[in-house]
């Protein structure tokens, strides 16, 4: 069973950039579709992003699209959230979520791992 640890997460003011990391521990995770969610207080989860297993697909929430960037590095088993102009509305707890599905997949029942979840905090 893969293990996912989110890092990366922090303070910044609107406008601000953050990067965030999901290490994986093992190597099947080269193979598995990857998801980003968050979850803000007194909110449901959220999907934020998605990449194959390839790295050469991607989907996006309409919210972040144009701001965020998601990629992955599967020779260090690892996925990033590039977070661009960050909004207050942005804050949450962001989580990285993986599972062995053929494409990507906006639905979070369908990913079996999951990290921690690391914060992110967009205020002045």
């Known amino acids: 069973q893969v293990q996912l640890v989110e890092s990366g997460g922090g303070l910044v003011q609107p406008g601000g950039s953050l990067r965030l990391s999901c290490d994986a521990s093992?190597?099947?995770?080269?193979?598995?579709?990857v998801a980003w969610f968050r979850q803000a207080p007194e909110k449901e989860r959220e999907f934020v992003a998605a990449i194959n297993w390839r790295g050469d697909s991607t989907e996006y929430a309409n919210s972040v699209k144009g701001r965020f960037t998601i990629s992955r590095d599967n020779a260090k088993l690892t996925v990033h959230l590039q977070m661009n102009s960050l909004k207050p509305e942005d804050t949450a707890v962001y989580y990285c979520?993986?599972?062995?599905?053929?494409?990507?997949?906006?639905?979070?029942?369908?990913?079996?791992?999951w990290g921690q979840g690391t914060h992110v905090t967009v205020s002045s």
């Open positions: 093992e190597s099947t995770f080269s193979m598995y579709a």
């Open positions: 979520a993986a599972d062995t599905l053929a494409g990507v997949s906006k639905n979070a029942s369908l990913y079996d791992y």
